[in-house]
């Protein structure tokens, strides 16, 4: 018997139904789901109702749809994620100003997590980032990627999945506006803000690594073409 659905905007019901059926377990990442005509049938609904649903699921990362391979359940990853908003901040500096802001309010609490939960075995880690870091100032060559694993690298140690996702999107989404929102123009005052961060975080002290991500986001922020952003003083 067919699973009722909203009459009205259908698509939207049916996505939320297969949304929810892939987090119950019941189609599975890697998996294909059912035919086209089997789907219509289940839900009630047109197969170009369907159609629709499924791309927004794909949209979302969610799914991917293949020509002739039917439609396999997939895990969302960062990069999936942000895609619907690129265009969005593409040429829009104001929308980079709010992540930028966003980042202030977020990261700072997640460094301060990452202290709390921080072990003498990750020492190793944090080590080997920055001396990459130094290693690329050295020969001139900006610190973009190895920024972005720096900080990937703390939401990590924070221990908590939902944050280590909005994370990697939020950054992925700056790093397509422009490199120098990510790190700001001065390499080296770039890395003396992640050794303290990075002292304070293994030295389990929260309210140190707090403060070291606001100021070490505040100089972002004044030393990048954002500067005109207003913020709260470490």
């Given at each position: 018997m067919p699973e009722a659905v909203r009459p009205i905007k259908a698509a939207d019901a049916v996505a939320d139904r297969l949304l929810q059926l892939i987090r119950s377990g019941e189609y599975q990442t890697g998996g294909r789901l059912p035919p086209e005509r089997e789907l219509a049938a289940r839900f009630g609904v047109s197969r170009p109702t369907l159609r629709d649903a499924i791309r927004r699921l794909e949209m979302l990362g969610y799914l991917s749809v293949r020509q002739g391979d039917g439609t396999t359940v997939r895990a969302p990853d960062g990069d999936t994620i942000a895609r619907p908003f690129q265009?969005?901040?593409?040429?829009?500096?104001?929308?980079?100003?709010?992540?930028?802001?966003?980042?202030?309010?977020?990261?700072?609490?997640?460094?301060?997590?990452?202290?709390?939960?921080?072990?003498?075995?990750?020492?190793?880690?944090?080590?080997?980032?920055?001396?990459?870091?130094?290693?690329?100032?050295?020969?001139?060559?900006?610190?973009?990627?190895?920024?972005?694993?720096?900080?990937?690298?703390?939401?990590?140690?924070?221990?908590?999945?939902?944050?280590?996702?909005?994370?990697?999107?939020?950054?992925?989404?700056?790093?397509?506006?422009?490199?120098?929102?990510?790190?700001?123009?001065?390499?080296?005052?770039?890395?003396?803000?992640?050794?303290?961060?990075?002292?304070?975080?293994?030295?389990?002290?929260?309210?140190?690594?707090?403060?070291?991500?606001?100021?070490?986001?505040?100089?972002v922020v004044e030393t990048s073409p954002l500067s005109f952003i207003p913020h709260a003083q470490s």
């Open positions: 265009g969005l901040l593409s040429g829009q500096m104001q929308s980079a100003q709010d992540l930028m802001e966003f980042r202030r309010i977020i990261e700072p609490a997640v460094a301060a997590f990452a202290a709390r939960r921080a072990t003498p075995e990750l020492a190793a880690s944090f080590e080997q980032a920055l001396e990459r870091q130094k290693r690329l100032a050295e020969r001139g060559v900006r610190l973009t990627s190895e920024d972005l694993h720096f900080h990937h690298l703390i939401a990590q140690t924070a221990g908590n999945a939902i944050i280590l996702q909005v994370l990697t999107t939020l950054r992925s989404l700056l790093s397509e506006l422009r490199t120098d929102t990510l790190t700001g123009h001065l390499p080296e005052a770039t890395i003396a803000h992640h050794e303290r961060i990075t002292r304070a975080i293994l030295s389990n002290n929260p309210d140190a690594a707090h403060a070291a991500m606001l100021e070490h986001l505040n100089a």
